[in-house]
Nanobody, 123 residues
């Protein structure tokens, strides 16, 4: 079992930045792909970004490319999501997830999920 705890969410003005963190504990291993998803009110959960367990492969949703960066520190069992140039449409609950795939972008490919952290971007 792997436990994931997100932090770093909050309220920010449009154009601002936030950095989300996801700390993993339990049966942790660097050989998990890590991903971020988000779910806005009344909408389905959607893929945001993923980083492979090797740390070299990344994938981003088109809506966040060039603005968000996913990184990981395997020594700390932590993954980060740096979010810049935030827009009101980025408002959502952000979830961290771990996958046994080399890299994964689909919800069903992820085995463990955090509880989520709210990000609100005001216009």
């Amino acid at each position: 079992q792997v436990q994931l705890v997100e932090s770093g969410g909050g309220l920010v003005q449009a154009g601002g930045s936030l950095r989300l963190s996801c700390a993993a504990s339990g049966r942790t291993s660097s050989r998990y792909a890590m991903g971020w998803f988000r779910q806005a009110s009344g909408k389905e959960r959607e893929f945001v970004a993923a980083r492979g367990w090797s740390g070299t492969s990344t994938s981003y949703a088109d809506s966040v490319k060039g603005r968000f960066t996913i990184s990981r520190d395997n020594a700390k069992n932590t993954v980060y999501l740096q979010m810049n140039s935030l827009k009101p449409e980025d408002t959502a609950v952000y979830y961290c997830a771990a996958s046994k795939f080399i890299i994964a972008t689909k919800i069903h490919q992820y085995d463990y999920w955090g509880q989520g952290t709210q990000v609100t971007v005001s216009s």
